[in-house]
């Protein structure tokens, strides 16, 4: 059974840093990208991050360049999102995000609440 599980969210303080997590299970993601969107309430899904199959090159959105960095471990079967330097419109749900060609896996979400 194919599974993303994201995990480290919360409720933080402007400023700190989190790092969240995301699993995976039922399939190897050394062939995939791997990707960080996330959707914030009344608004679409938008995309954070990703990381190359091959190579690890790395892409992100202008609203987080130099605060969020994505990573990878195939042993691990694990991408991770590091961010630092939280703002208040960092708040959104958090979604992992797997693709290869036509196959796309989700994972349910980490919320990441950022307020005083």
């Known amino acids: 059974q194919v599974q993303l599980v994201e995990s480290g969210g919360g409720l933080v303080q402007p400023g700190v840093s989190l790092r969240l997590s995301c699993a995976a299970s039922?399939?190897?993601?050394?062939?995939?990208?791997m990707n960080w969107f996330r959707q914030a309430p009344g608004k679409e899904r938008e995309f954070v991050a990703s990381?190359?199959?091959?190579?690890?090159?790395?892409k992100y959105a202008d609203s987080v360049k130099g605060r969020f960095t994505i990573s990878r471990d195939n042993a691990k079967n694990t991408v991770y999102l590091q961010m630092n330097s939280l703002k208040p419109e960092d708040t959104a749900a958090y979604y992992c995000?797997?693709?290869?060609?036509?196959?796309?896996?989700w994972g349910q979400g980490t919320q990441v609440t950022v307020s005083s």
């Open positions: 995000n797997a693709q290869k060609t036509t196959r796309s896996y």
């Open positions: 039922g399939f190897s993601i050394s062939a995939y990208a």
């Open positions: 990381i190359a199959s091959v190579g690890g090159s790395t």
